[in-house]
């Protein structure tokens, strides 16, 4: 199993300098918490599955299609359920759908799907050291910058072992995917010594292998010369530059 | 340049010394192996000398520890580091980024080197390594020998005066494991180099030769130790190659010892015959594969064309390099991976209808994987409790087991204080409770030193002679040589022999081609007669003393 979203391709996407990446999933969450209506989100949607297409990542589109429905879908029913306004459409019991309800639970929904879209697509994209890199060149502190590299590196040997561990698990009997909730809860008990003695281990390794590899978050890593903003990133920034004003704009006028 | 007096080191006050006046002088450019079983206080040493103790895991420190004839506590991390690099038993835990390109740059960056400069020096190290091949690729792609070197390499391009390599033949195929030796030495290493290892096997590479025990040094001396089985017996090693069968002190001369052997001892015909015409009882088929062909969505690593059958009764040795497909072949087998195209049936039914939990017993090369009860007598009774059997009749089962296995006595013993060859052997127990008739150990001598090894493999072929089937994948030539009666061997994904464990052997184009490797005993039977014998007991048994 692979714990990587990065798809190494050679799109037009990939090829963009982190810093313009990076400054791109600001502008799309930005773009994200702004949009006021469902079709401007739905429009936003629509365009980051273009993107998707156009930087040959709907493998990672694919495999995380459940999660982020679950998760919009989780989102709507909430909001369906807990936004009030003045006339009661529906009541059963305690639970009550207001008028308007449904519309904002789906804008809710979309805001929410569209931020998750937007991350996905700059790590599918973008490399842990290009991510690194760009936060770098773009001042972010050295001790912040690594510790950001380096949780996403600790989540994928996490991710790696713990899927290990099912399997040894499975292998005797013992599967956290069959049975009751009850039983499946019952089943994961044995996954937890094991998942937490060898994260702990990995994790002790790293650190000792950092260390001796003369990482200390006081050091000055010199990237000169790895990154150059060419003329499709310039481009890319003052497009971004724009629409960000433009939005920036259009919600101060309301 | 090393100068270690009288050196002993403790984690706490009141907890017992690892390392127990240990006094060594290491110089320029030698090359030294370090040897001893598990727990001898190898990888405790490898990190004081390497500085890692006590600037990453303190502890107290007697003695005195002079590096360059300057104490090592007077030396900054980031100048130490530089002069001392290590490679880690787990090699790929030490690999901190996505790419070897990137992960050639991290080391060089972290003490001051512009990246554009690091670049530069990693593709020309890369050059002299002859590893251009690797530069461009993703770590995620590459074979476990492939990130060994990467590993390496990473190390390199620091030009450390010293490098430490901790156990670095475990997980690798024989052909790497020499690889890596030649590696450093054909692209012109010279530094001083210090490998810790639980063998004796790769002694020709060193200029000098170390045991430890219990924390002490037993010898530090020349070759001759090789032969030594006194010594070598105090420091829980097996003597070398040759030497367990012939008992002519060391040399280096292979002719001398073929001709100590002709005149010592006599070859019996009649014990050779009978060895070779054992009769292979041909058993009622367990696990039949027709056609089979998978492949990893992610990384694209393929099996194709597998037609299998293995009959019940069988123990057989699965070979291969790193990365042929060993351990996927075996996980279908297993039902952990659902079977792509063609077929697997056991005992005649196919796996897509009947899955066969419970009945293929696998056993992770990691036994930490698998193990979290409280007690042993607990890890071996998980799977019976889930079955709903009664205490009384739990008991006796896993007190049968855990005799079988050599854990009796320790049935009350948490299994994670346990030493890593009675974690395996927990983990085996574990499996066996669930009685399956065929058992799977994905590389169980990984780590191991040779009394472990030898305990756990001699509780596996005694489960073996009493019916059970048994697959083992491993690396170990020494192991394949002594037990198990079949030979399947893999490369790219393709099985390409299946059959007598000897006539594998015999066969030059084979071993070339499962990157494998004759034993020195074979080679000095082959020598002696041209009558192949696979290990010890069989050389003992032919070559009788006059």
């Not at chain 1, 798809?7 to 006021?36: Q, Y």
């Not at chain 1, 459409?89 to 008028?99: C, D, F, M, P, Q």
Request: some cysteine; overall charge neutral; proline content about 3%.
């Amino acid at each position: 199993m692979s714990a990587f979203f990065f798809i190494n391709k050679n799109s037009f996407l990939h090829r963009l300098d982190p810093r313009v990446k990076i400054t791109g999933l600001f502008l799309f969450c930005m773009l994200a918490i702004a949009g006021e209506s469902i079709s401007q989100l739905g429009l936003m949607l629509a365009m980051l599955l273009l993107l998707f297409q156009f930087s040959k990542s709907g493998a990672n589109l694919k495999k995380m299609a459940g999660f982020f429905m679950l998760i919009a879908g989780m989102t709507f029913v909430m909001w369906l359920l807990f936004y009030r306004s003045q006339e009661k459409l529906w009541v059963w019991g305690i639970l009550a759908v207001y008028s308007g309800a449904a519309s904002h639970a789906a804008l809710m929904s979309l805001r929410f799907l569209n931020m998750l879209l937007s991350g996905l697509l700059f790590l599918s994209i973008t490399s842990i050291e290009d991510f690194f890199g760009g936060m770098i060149i773009m001042r972010v502190p050295y001790p912040f910058a690594f510790a950001v590299s380096l949780s996403f590196r600790l989540v994928m040997v996490f991710m790696s072992n713990a899927f290990t561990i099912v399997e040894a698990q499975k292998v005797r009997g013992n599967d956290i995917s069959k049975g009751s909730i009850l039983k499946r809860i019952q089943a994961y008990m044995p996954l937890i010594a094991p998942l937490i003695l060898t994260g702990i281990k990995k994790a002790e390794t790293l650190t000792l292998a950092l260390e001796s590899k003369g990482f200390s978050p006081q050091n000055k890593i010199d990237l000169t010369g790895k990154y150059r903003l060419r003329a499709p990133d310039k481009c890319c920034l003052c497009v971004m530059l724009l629409a960000g004003m433009a939005v920036v704009i259009l919600k101060f006028q309301r | 340049m090393i100068a270690i007096d009288n050196l002993s080191f403790r984690y706490q006050a009141n907890s017992p010394k690892i390392l127990d006046g240990v006094s060594l002088n290491i110089g320029k450019g030698e090359r030294v192996l370090i040897a001893g079983k598990n727990g001898a206080g190898k990888t405790t040493l490898s990190k004081l000398i390497s500085g890692l103790i006590p600037r990453v895991e303190p502890g107290i420190i007697e003695g005195r520890y002079d590096y360059r004839n300057r104490p090592v506590s007077e030396y900054p991390p980031e100048e130490f580091v530089r002069e001392i690099a290590v490679l880690f038993q787990d090699f790929e835990a030490q690999i901190v980024s996505t790419s070897v390109r990137e992960e050639l740059v991290f080391y060089p960056m972290n003490t001051g080197l512009p990246y554009l400069k690091a670049i530069e020096n990693a593709g020309k190290l890369c050059a002299v390594f002859k590893a251009e091949s690797i530069f461009e690729r993703e770590i995620d792609g590459l074979s476990g020998g492939e990130k060994q070197k990467t590993a390496l390499l990473s190390l390199l391009t620091a030009s450390p005066k010293m490098l430490i390599l901790d156990e670095p033949f475990t997980d690798v195929d024989p052909a790497s494991q020499v690889l890596i030796l030649d590696f450093l030495w054909h692209g012109g290493f010279r530094e001083g180099l210090i490998v810790f290892d639980q063998s004796l096997d790769y002694h020709a590479f060193f200029d000098r030769i170390i045991l430890i025990g219990n924390g002490k040094i037993l010898f530090d001396g020349d070759h001759k130790v090789i032969a030594n089985r006194v010594l070598l017996s105090q420091a829980g090693l097996e003597t070398s190659g040759i030497f367990k069968a012939v008992d002519c002190g060391y040399t280096k001369d292979s002719g001398a010892i073929l001709r100590h052997i002709r005149e010592n001892n006599v070859f019996d015909e009649a014990a050779y015959e009978e060895i070779i015409s054992t009769p292979q009882v041909p058993g009622e088929t367990l696990v039949e594969i027709t056609s089979l062909s998978f492949k990893y969505r992610e990384s694209g690593m393929t099996l194709k064309h597998i037609d299998l059958q293995i009959q019940k009764g069988d123990f057989i040795t699965v070979l291969g390099a790193n990365g042929s497909g060993k351990t996927t072949l075996m996980k279908l087998i297993a039902g952990i991976l659902d079977a792509g195209q063609g077929d697997i049936r056991y005992q005649g039914k196919s796996l897509k209808a009947f899955p066969v939990a419970g009945k293929v017993g696998y056993v992770y090369q990691n036994p930490d994987n698998q193990i979290f009860a409280e007690t042993v007598f607990d890890e071996t009774a998980f799977i019976l409790r889930m079955r709903g059997m009664a205490d009384a009749q739990i008991q006796d089962k896993v007190d049968a087991i855990l005799t079988n296995m050599g854990l009796f006595d320790r049935k009350q013993s948490d299994p994670f204080s346990l030493p890593k060859g009675d974690r395996q052997k927990v983990a085996c127990a574990a499996i066996l409770a669930g009685e399956p008739d065929l058992m799977i150990l994905d590389e169980p001598t990984t780590g191991l030193d040779y009394p472990s090894l030898k305990s756990l493999m001699e509780s596996v072929a005694t489960l073996n002679r009493n019916g059970k089937t048994i697959i083992i994948i491993t690396h170990s030539m020494e192991t394949a040589a002594s037990y198990g009666n079949k030979i399947l061997a893999l490369s790219q994904g393709e099985i390409f022999y299946y059959g007598d464990k000897r006539k594998f052997f015999e066969d030059e184009r084979l071993l070339s081609k499962g990157k494998a490797r004759r034993t020195e005993i074979m080679e000095i039977s082959l020598k002696l007669n041209g009558k192949l014998l696979l290990n010890e007991t069989e050389f003992l048994m032919c070559w009788k003393n006059r």
